[in-house]
């Protein structure tokens, strides 16, 4: 781009504040009831990593390919795209995801959940907070409840939640797993940031977290 | 038999260098806004269009939607013609065209798109695209964005004008970005349209752009006139000198659009919206009195010195 140095961040914000939180309360309303099974399915993550029953590896990595091309398709590609051009090349990066963690899940000792040092037991408290907190944040905002983000249904939750459960995992497919949950919460925090929203710094301090947990873990070994 | 709409008349008047008599308008309705010749052509338009960057992308939204549709008719009814768009402008151009379908297609329009793609190949498909989006047969106006591709892009342009396929070809920029290169290509090919930043604030354009594109006979698009709103929201809170009233400016908006339509080479000014009572705000700041230049530098001093 030429004299890219006379941009600034909010120069490449396609859409205002409204036209975003609308987005999430009409994506909401067409996806309802299905918060209900992502929650459970998200629960039902925790608790498989804390239980670690006989193939659970398999299972987590199942759900998490299934919510992660679920949200590729159904907010990514088929809403946030019509308003922001660069989410039709953001999205297939959450299929990739999808198709990552299948490999994973599926390979002979692909994803074992396995790790209880610090980072592991850090990131089931992160991705409690995906799931648990994430909803509730819109009164804090002032934002209305129907605008919610939830875990499996809008990306941020998903991402973060994501993060959180590979914290704990082992296999030697993990550490690619990691990039795209980041690169989005990245790119999202960005974005909310350019909008001048005070949430902003919610994704970027989840992926701070992470990549800390990782650095520490790397420095333990 | 030719049926002759309000369109076709005021083409034929320009053409025909008669002066521009409109017919009486109804009793109770707005004043028309000013009316500014197309230099290569004559045609006339009002000097006041609607932009829609940020404000009319607003996706499958039915409830934006239909906002938008409205502040499209407020700006018809108000006797706007120019609508100005882009690829870039994520859903912009299907909401355009939903609020087009939905007013009927009204004749006014004047339809001003770019060409934004750096692969030049892909030039011709884009505008096709963008037709599509619109459903209008054919642009007024292209326009190649922010200079990207411009070389083959104004090929491409000048060989869809000389075929019929648009009427006019133009150049943006914004922000005072390359005006060194905006310069060359104004004096070495002949637009009919150029596109630039001008307001009370961001001066830079009345140097060396505006004076040319007089001088080449171009007219010319002003862009941002509210700094994207940062300018009108700035003033907001700043008493309206008392003075404003001798130019006809009720509010800051129309005090920042009369400054720049003040400017003898400015042709359109393109203020975007999504409010209904801010689109007829606008549209009317082009009619009554407009400042002259002993105004205009009291305006800009006094904007200056808040
Ligand atoms: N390089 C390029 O080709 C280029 C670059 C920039 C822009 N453009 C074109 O130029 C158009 C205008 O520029 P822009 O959209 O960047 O910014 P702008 O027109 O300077 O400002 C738009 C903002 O001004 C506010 N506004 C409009 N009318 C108002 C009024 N009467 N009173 C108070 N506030 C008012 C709007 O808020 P409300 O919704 O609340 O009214 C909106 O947020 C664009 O939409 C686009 O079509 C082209």
Redesign the interface.
């Known amino acids: 781009m030429?004299?890219w140095w006379?941009y600034r961040l909010e120069d490449f914000?396609?859409?205002?504040p409204?036209?975003y939180w609308?987005?999430f309360e009409?994506n909401n309303a067409a996806s309802w009831p299905l918060h209900l099974l992502t929650l459970a399915a998200g629960l039902a993550l925790v608790v498989l990593v804390l239980r670690r029953p006989r193939r659970h590896g398999f299972w987590i990595a199942l759900v998490l390919a299934a919510l992660f091309a679920f949200v590729g398709w159904s907010f990514l590609r088929s809403?946030y795209a019509?308003?922001?051009?660069a989410i039709a090349y953001v999205a297939p990066a959450f299929g990739l995801q999808a198709l990552l963690l299948a490999i994973g899940g599926a390979a002979r000792g692909g994803l074992a959940f396995d790790r209880r040092d610090i980072a592991g037991r850090l990131g089931l408290l992160i991705a409690v907070v995906g799931l648990v907190a994430y909803p509730l944040l819109p009164p804090l905002f002032g934002r209305p409840w129907s605008s919610a983000e939830v875990f499996g249904i809008a990306p941020d939750p998903t991402a973060i939640t994501t993060l959180g459960v590979l914290l704990a995992a082992s296999g030697g497919l993990v550490p690619l797993l990691f990039a795209i949950p980041l690169l989005w919460l990245l790119l999202s925090g960005l974005t909310l940031h350019a909008m001048g929203d005070p949430q902003a710094w919610l994704p970027l301090l989840a992926a701070a977290i992470t990549v800390a947990a990782l650095a520490l873990r790397r420095i333990a070994r | 038999m030719m049926i002759i709409t309000r369109r076709t008349f005021v083409k034929a008047a320009a053409a025909s260098g008669a002066a521009l008599v409109l017919p009486a308008a109804a009793p109770g309705a707005p004043p028309a806004p000013v009316m500014r010749a197309v230099p290569s052509s004559g045609e006339m338009l009002p000097a006041v269009g609607l932009g829609t960057w940020i404000t009319f992308n607003v996706g499958d939204d039915p409830v934006l939607r239909d906002e938008c549709a409205e502040v499209i008719a407020a700006f018809f009814a108000a006797g706007g013609r120019m609508i100005d768009s882009s690829p870039m402008y994520g859903s912009s151009q299907p909401v355009i065209g939903y609020g087009l379908e939905k007013l009927g297609r009204p004749e006014a329009l004047f339809s001003a798109e770019k060409v934004w793609t750096s692969s030049a190949g892909d030039g011709p498909a884009q505008i096709k695209q963008s037709r599509r989006f619109w459903g209008v047969p054919r642009f007024d106006l292209v326009q190649v964005h922010n200079l990207v591709a411009w070389e083959t892009h104004l090929e491409t342009l000048f060989a869809m004008k000389a075929d019929g396929r648009i009427r006019y070809v133009g150049i943006t920029t914004s922000e005072g970005r390359r005006h060194d290169l905006f310069e060359q290509i104004m004096r070495a090919h002949p637009l009919d349209f150029v596109q630039l930043t001008y307001n009370v604030v961001d001066r830079e354009a009345e140097e060396r752009l505006l004076p040319l594109a007089a001088e080449r006979g171009m007219a010319v698009i002003v862009n941002r006139p509210f700094q994207q709103g940062a300018l009108t929201r700035q003033l907001q809170g700043e008493t309206l000198p008392d003075w404003a009233a001798e130019i006809g400016a009720g509010t800051w908006a129309q005090f920042i659009l009369k400054f720049i339509l003040s400017h003898p080479s400015v042709t359109v000014a393109i203020p975007a919206t999504t409010r209904v009572d801010h689109v007829r705000e606008n549209v009317m700041a082009a009619t009554g009195p407009l400042p002259d230049a002993a105004m205009r530098e009291r305006m800009a001093a006094y904007v200056r010195d808040l």
């Open positions: 030429s004299e006379t914000l396609l859409f205002s409204r036209v609308r987005m009409l809403r019509a308003i922001n051009w």
